[in-house]
C-alpha cells in the first residue's frame, strides 16, 4: 500500500522554526522526486520546495534562504526545515511523490502567529 504521512505541524509564532517529515512506503523512494507543496485558506496548492531523486533542490522565491528541504532514502524520508517562519507561511502542507504521478500526503497544518 502506498502511503505518504506527515508531521511536525504546529503552531508557532514568527521567525520561529518547525521540522516537518514525511514517511514514504508502498514505494521505491530512492526513484521519486519528493516535494512539499502548501496550500492556504482559500487558495490553490503550490510547490513550496522540491527535491529530486538525485538530490537537486528547488524552491519557490518566497521561501528561499528560510526553508530547506532534504531526504533520507535510507529511511524513506523527506523533511522540511522552516526558519524565520511568517504568518504568510500559515497552510496546510503537503508531503508529495513525483514519478510518473504524483502522490499526496494527508497534510499537516502549520499555523504562525503574527
Known amino acids: 500500500q502506498v502511503q505518504l504521512v506527515e508531521s511536525g505541524g504546529g503552531l508557532v509564532q514568527a521567525g520561529g522554526s518547525l521540522r516537518l517529515s514525511c514517511s514514504a512506503s508502498?514505494?521505491?523512494?530512492?526513484?521519486?522526486?519528493m516535494g512539499w507543496y502548501r496550500q492556504a485558506p482559500g487558495e490553490q496548492r503550490v510547490l513550496a520546495a522540491r527535491?529530486?531523486?538525485?538530490?537537486?533542490?528547488n524552491y519557490v522565491d518566497s521561501v528561499k534562504g528560510r526553508f530547506t528541504i532534504s531526504r533520507d532514502n535510507a529511511k524513506n524520508m523527506v523533511y522540511l526545515q522552516m526558519n524565520t517562519l511568517k504568518p504568510e507561511d500559515t497552510a496546510v502542507y503537503y508531503c508529495?511523490?513525483?514519478?510518473?504521478?504524483?502522490?499526496w500526503g494527508q497534510g499537516t497544518q502549520v499555523t504562525v502567529s503574527s
Open positions: 508502498g514505494i521505491i523512494f530512492s526513484r521519486y522526486a
Open positions: 508529495a511523490a513525483e514519478l510518473t504521478v504524483r502522490i
Open positions: 527535491i529530486s531523486s538525485g538530490g537537486i533542490t
